[in-house]
């Protein structure tokens, strides 16, 4: 597939990546979203030269859209059968070569392949190995020799090759929109919708006459046993109120005042509780106490305080605030909940669980985090939280009233170069080889955001997972994308099934779940 590391370089260097226009319409010709045909011009100043003849709308004064294709050989993808140590796709050399054998002893004819870090990454060579039998035009075989595997006694899985990343291989259906700030009026906006809690659909967040353009956004909570579904899977503050604590270290993009300038930062969160002489320090916010979806916590969390990504860490101490924007009772458990009002005194001492009151708080404590609000928050009493967001300088951040923020990873670009951090954003796990071979190295669905050196936003949504139709990126192929695409700074937003884009309310592209995600949060251009 084209959109693989030497391709991209060449693109951002010389000319183009092999591309191919989706959609009726002529290359060079803009359609306006108000019906008028023209010949094209530079919408917005200079067009990157990969999406130079891809299909372009626009759809306002300084916001265009193109969409194409990015695609490997003809022929070159295929049906295989990976086979499993463990549910691992990957396995050390050793533990490769004797699996290898015992499926050859069992009459199958298996082949070992290495897998290797993407170059532009914080890591280097081999990964590990995968054990792979036969290659089939159609999942129907595959799926045939799956079972007879099987049946001999192993774990084994139909995949198609388009989706592993190697170059020259699969086929990415690409939305990318270029947002001018110094020509266009309206603005970008984070949502979480009617609460923090809950998901929505993109469209439904985007309904309305006033949204151009929306597209999902931060990594959320998704199941109760991981939190409050919906809720923010790290930092998000929306209107300069801070939602959820960061994931420390964690990349997000800041959107201040109208929105159209991302500044893209990795955020820690200092929180703490203060009552007279006392203090605590405060764990997160909006989330179940006691549970820390992708890590990255503080106070002693398990297994780790570094970032983890889809791993969800436990601390059996903690305080958690809660804010009147949540849109839903908190949590109920074990515990104690102090409700604050308005001026930060506390009304009441309660069981978890009920209501947080208009305009006032409630601080949720587990384990020695109760303790110490039975202690020291007595109704009547005065309770201050003092909340900070700093950089990885050390420098604080301070919000707006009309400020945003909202998660993602990993980083993609930085000062125009590939810069993908594996360990630091939480994708490579200890002991775990598989975990960053299928969710970053292997192509999947992505949306992504970053700014060119002219200052304008991109915004970049691939569909993935749909064999046949679009595999999506790896990281490093996103990142080597945005970069041809004259990013100086991109990141992830959250990826796969929630990849969604809308235009005027409507999806345009083709979310891998075959139906619109609800999701946690979303980015609204309005006008």
């Not at 020799?145 to 192993?154: I, N």
């Not at 998000?236 to 270290?249: I, V």
């Amino acid at each position: 597939m084209a959109l693989a590391r030497r391709p991209f370089r060449a693109a951002a260097k010389v000319s183009v990546v092999a591309v191919a226009a989706v959609g009726l319409l002529a290359p060079g010709v803009v359609v306006d979203r108000y019906g008028e045909t023209a010949a094209a011009t530079a919408p917005t100043a200079v067009v990157p030269g990969p999406i130079a003849d891809w299909q372009h709308e626009r759809l306002a004064a300084g916001v265009d859209l193109y969409q194409g294709s990015i695609a490997g050989r003809p022929g070159a993808d295929h049906w295989t059968v990976t086979v499993r140590v463990n549910g691992a796709h990957l396995a050390a050399e050793r533990e490769a070569q004797a699996l290898a054998e015992r499926v050859r002893g069992a009459g199958f004819d298996p082949r070992v392949e290495q897998v290797a870090w993407p170059r532009g990454s914080d890591r280097h060579g081999v990964v590990g190995e995968r054990v792979r039998v036969g290659e089939y035009e159609a999942r129907t075989e595959a799926d045939t020799r799956r079972k007879a595997l099987a049946a001999a006694g192993f774990d084994a899985v139909s995949e198609w090759t388009g989706a592993d990343g190697v170059p020259g291989t699969g086929v990415a259906r690409v939305k990318v929109a270029i947002v001018d700030p110094k020509r266009y009026g309206g603005a970008m906006k984070g949502t979480y919708g009617k609460g923090v809690a809950g998901r929505e659909t993109v469209p439904d967040m985007a309904a309305g006459d006033g949204t151009l353009l929306g597209v999902n956004a931060g990594f959320f909570v998704m199941e109760g046993k991981d939190g409050v579904p919906g809720a923010a899977a790290g930092i998000a503050a929306y209107d300069g109120e801070l939602q959820s604590a960061a994931t420390n270290g964690r990349i997000a993009a800041v959107l201040r005042g109208d929105g159209l300038r991302p500044e893209f930062k990795k955020l820690s969160t200092e929180l703490r509780v203060r009552a007279g002489a006392a203090s605590a320090v405060v764990d997160g916010i909006n989330r179940v106490p006691g549970l820390i979806r992708n890590c990255g916590g503080v106070g002693g969390d398990s297994p780790t305080e570094r970032p983890q990504h889809d791993v969800t860490c436990t601390d059996p101490d903690e305080i958690v605030k809660f804010t009147d924007e949540l849109g839903a009772d908190t949590p109920a458990g074990e515990g104690v909940e102090a409700v604050l009002d308005t001026s930060g005194r506390v009304r009441e001492v309660r069981a978890r669980g009920g209501a947080v009151p208009e305009g006032g708080s409630v601080l949720a404590g587990i384990g020695s985090g109760a303790s110490w609000l039975r202690t020291h928050a007595k109704p009547g009493s005065a309770v201050k939280v003092r909340q900070r967001i700093v950089d990885e300088r050390g420098r604080e951040l301070k919000l707006g009233p009309q400020d945003d923020i909202v998660n993602g990873g990993p980083e993609l670009v930085r000062d125009g170069k590939v810069a993908v951090n594996y360990a630091a954003d939480g994708i490579e796990r200890t002991g775990d080889r598989s975990f960053a071979y299928t969710w970053g190295i292997k192509r999947n669905p992505r949306m992504l955001i970053g700014v060119d050196r002219q200052g304008r936003m991109l915004l970049v949504g691939a569909d993935g997972r749909q064999p046949g139709h679009s595999d999506g990126f790896g990281l490093g192929e996103g990142a080597e994308l945005m970069k041809s695409l004259g990013a100086v700074r991109a990141m992830a937003l959250d990826g796969g099934g929630s990849v969604t884009m809308t235009v005027n309310g409507k999806v345009i592209n083709s979310p891998s779940d075959g139906v619109e995600r609800a999701v946690g949060d979303a980015l609204l251009l309005t006008r």
